[in-house]
C-alpha cells in the first residue's frame, strides 16, 4: 500500500534539496578580507631584471625606460606549468627582440625565471595578421604588441613559469552577467616611481620646464586592492585595444595586469589603463578646466614603460579625435573569426551604456572618467582562438582559499571623494588634491569641503571599515616587498634552483 505520508516528506525533502543547489549555484558576495585572501594568493609580479647600470640611473632619478614592472594572475595550471593572464604592454618589443631575462614573483615570495619570451614577431600594425593560426612554443604569447609606446592588436598577453609547487589558481567569472553598479576589485601592485611628486600642500612638484616631477624611488611595496562601481561594459574593439570594462578610477600606475574580480571573487577583467585626467609625472602639467576639458591628451596606459614620457597609444586623443569623429578609423587586419568572436562576446546588452553606434564622445568620457580592463570573456576567445587548450577553474573559489590568507585589512579615508572627483574633474580643481584631502589647504579646498564642521557624515574624511563602503583602496601591510630593487637584480643561479632571490621577508609587487 502506498504510503501517502512518505510521499508527501519525500517530495518536501526533494525540493529543499534542489532549492539549496540553486541557492549555492549563485557565487555569494565575498567581504573585502575574502576578495582580498583570494587576490593575494593569485596575483603575481612581473618584471625584467633590473641590471646594476639601470638600478643606479633608477636611484639617481634618471629614466629607466626599459624596467617595466607589472602584475598578472594565474589562471590555469598544466602539469608544472603556471599560464599568468596579463597585458602586452608589459613586454615591450625591445625586451621581446632581446630575448630579456624575466622573473614571475608568486604569493610565496619566490621569484620563477621566464626561461624564453622571444616569440620572433616584429611589432607593426599587422601583428595580429601575423600571429594568426600560428602557433608559438614560447613563454610569451602574445596577443598584441607594444612599441615606440604604442599598442598594436589587443593589450592581452599569457606568460608561462614551471614550478613544482601548488599554487592557488583564479577562478574565471562570466563578465557577461556584470550589471552596472556592481562592485569590482582591481588587485596589483603600484609602480610609485610612475606616480607625481607632491608638495606638503598637496600640490605636485614640477620642474624648470613645468613637467610633473616623479616620486622619488623607494624600495618597498606594498600590494593594492581598489574598488568601485562598473560605470560602463561596452563592445570589444580591437581599435580600442581590447579594453571595455570601466570602473571608479582607485587605481594606480604599475597595476597593470592586474585581475579585476567580481564581487564572489571571480575573475572577470584584466585591468590596464587608468582614467586620462590622472596626472602622469614626466608630462606638463595642465590644470584641467571647462575650457580645456582634453589637457590630458595621452590615453595613460597603467603601467608605461617610460614614466617619464608621455605615452601615447595608437588610440590617444591627440592622433585619433579628429579620425574618429569622422568615422574614419584606421583599424587592422584581424582574424577571420574575430567578428564571430565579437558578436559572441557582446551579446550581453542589458550591461552596456553604450550601443555600438555610440559617439566617440562618450567613450573619451569613459576615458576621462575611470579606469578600464579587458574582458575576460573575451581574453579566453583570443586563446582559445590560439588554440591553446588550458583547463581553466570556472567554480567558484573553494572556502579553503578564500580563508587560507584572510587578514585583517585597515581602515579606509573616505570623503566621499569619488563623486567629488567626478564633480570636479571638468572643473578648475586638482585631482592630485581631492584623492588626498587631508593634504587640503583652506585655499586649495573644494567648496563643498572648506568648512569640514558644515559637512554631513557621509562627506566627512573619516576612517571607515572597506566593507562599509562601495568605493575606495588600500596597500596590503599583509603583502608587501621590502626591497622590490633588490629583487629583481635577481641572478640565474638562483633562479634556477627555485630559491628566493629577496631573501626571507621579500614579498610582492606590480
Known sequence: MINIRHIFITS????????????????????????????????????????????????????VARWTVGSGVIIAKEGKTYYVLTVTHNFSQEQVSKDAEYGILTSDKKVHQ???????????????????????????????????????????????????????????GDANKL???????????????????LKLDGNMQLDSEGKIICKDPVP???RRLAWGPLKASIPVSEKDNGYGLYYTDYTRPGMSGGPVFNSGGEVVG?????????????????????????????????????????????????????????????????FESQNNLENDSNQNKNNSTLDSDNTSKSIYDLQKMYSSAQNVNYSRKLIQAREMNLSFKLEAPSQRIIQSEITKVPQI?????????????????????????????????????????????NQRPESIDPNQTKEGGFEDPNDKIDNIYKLFSFDVENLGRDKPSGGDGSLLLD
Not at 638600478?55 to 634618471?62: Q, T
Not at 604588441?145 to 592557488?168: H, M, T
Not at 602622469?280 to 614620457?309: A, M, R, T
Open 179 to 197: 550589471q552596472e553598479e556592481d562592485i569590482v576589485y582591481i588587485s596589483g601592485w603600484p609602480k610609485i616611481e610612475a606616480e607625481p611628486k
Open 270 to 334: 584584466i585591468h590596464g589603463r587608468g582614467s586620462t585626467n590622472k596626472p602622469i609625472c614626466g608630462q606638463i602639467y595642465e590644470p584641467i578646466s571647462n575650457n580645456n576639458s582634453s589637457s590630458k591628451n595621452q590615453l595613460e596606459v597603467e603601467n608605461d614603460s617610460d614614466p617619464f614620457n608621455v605615452f601615447e597609444s595608437e588610440n590617444t586623443r591627440l592622433k585619433n579625435e579628429e579620425q574618429k569623429k569622422q568615422g574614419d578609423f584606421p583599424g587592422f587586419p584581424e
Open 12 to 63: 518536501i525533502a526533494g525540493i529543499i534539496i534542489s532549492i539549496g543547489k540553486v541557492v549555492d549555484a549563485v557565487p555569494a558576495k565575498l567581504r573585502v578580507e575574502e576578495i582580498n585572501s583570494i587576490a593575494k594568493q593569485t596575483t603575481v609580479l612581473i618584471a625584467p631584471r633590473l641590471t646594476k647600470g639601470e638600478l643606479k640611473d633608477l636611484l639617481n632619478r634618471k629614466p
Open 220 to 222: 618597498e611595496r606594498q
Open 114 to 172: 621566464v626561461t624564453k619570451i622571444n616569440d620572433g614577431r616584429e611589432c607593426t600594425n599587422r601583428f595580429l595578421e601575423a600571429i594568426k593560426n600560428k602557433k608559438v612554443e614560447t613563454a610569451l604569447v602574445r596577443f598584441g604588441c607594444f612599441n615606440n609606446q604604442e599598442i598594436n592588436g589587443y593589450d592581452l598577453a599569457i606568460v608561462s613559469f614551471e614550478s613544482k609547487k601548488n599554487y592557488p589558481v583564479a577562478t574565471l
Open 413 to 457: 579615508k573616505t570623503p566621499n571623494v569619488s563623486r567629488q572627483i567626478e564633480n570636479y574633474r571638468s572643473g578648475n580643481s586638482d585631482i592630485t588634491i581631492l584623492e588626498n584631502p587631508e593634504l587640503m589647504t583652506q585655499n586649495q579646498t573644494p567648496k563643498s569641503l572648506e568648512n569640514p564642521e558644515l559637512m554631513t557624515q
